[in-house]
């Protein structure tokens, strides 16, 4: 069994047609969490056939990531894929990372924009955003990797147990490299596609990771 976790926050928009690709491509146990959403995100996602777990507040993709997840562990499934609501991944992207997962026998899979030349990134993003976000991903966690903030993931039974997410906003994405270093997590990046409706993460976002993962480190050292 492999199940399809999406965090999602008002994304009425697009999250029936990310519900209806990932069905079309043999993937049809689908949780999306809704995070609070102010518009009609939940009731897109039932008429679309997904499940829906809901907070009653905005809590963050971290938290709400979390919850899916907590919810995979008690339907123990094959494998978990992370995936976004907003139309950006391509969900026949899924089937080569889980190829890649067992012909390797990995406990994580990460999506990396650079492994191809699929992604049409805007250059701010290319040439200052992200190559700040991977010296930063670095520094807190010692684990190099080609693309950070991603947020195309598959996990493995015994990943899923082990990755437990305390970071409730976009911070958990390097929250989820420490812990994969942490427990000697066996990882690979693959190569998918992000295809870009918005901007996304920028300085500001890039700003307010940091503080959580300062705030998060010095709490567990009090």
């Not at 890649?100 to 805007?122: A, H, I, Y």
């Not at 993931?153 to 147990?161: D, P, T, Y």
Request: net charge neutral; with cysteine; glycine share 8%.
């Amino acid at each position: 069994m492999v199940l399809v976790v999406i965090p999602a926050y008002n994304e009425e928009k697009e999250l029936g047609r990310v519900i209806r690709g990932l069905f079309e491509h043999g993937f049809k146990d689908v949780v999306v969490v809704d995070d609070g959403s102010t518009d009609r995100t939940a009731t897109v996602a039932r008429e679309s056939g997904g499940k829906v777990l809901s907070h009653l507040l905005n809590r963050g993709q971290g938290a709400a990531i979390e919850t899916g997840d907590s919810c995979a562990r008690a339907l123990q499934p094959d494998f978990v894929v992370h995936f976004d609501a907003d139309g950006q991944f391509n969900p026949v992207d899924i089937i080569p990372a889980l190829r890649l997962m067992q012909e390797k026998n990995l406990d994580v899979v990460l999506g990396s924009r650079f492994l191809d030349n699929r992604s049409k990134l805007p250059w701010l993003k290319k040439y200052l955003v992200l190559p700040v976000a991977r010296w930063i991903n670095f520094v807190f966690t010692g684990v190099a990797l080609t693309d950070v903030h991603n947020g195309f993931r598959i996990l493995s039974k015994k990943a899923l147990e082990k990755i437990v997410l305390s970071q409730d906003r976009m911070a958990h994405n390097t929250e989820i490299i420490q812990q994969i270093k942490k427990h000697q997590l066996a990882f690979a990046e693959c190569p998918v596609e992000v295809s870009y409706h918005e901007y996304g993460q920028g300085i500001s976002g890039g700003y307010k990771i940091v503080h959580d993962l300062f705030v998060g480190l010095f709490s567990k050292t009090s």
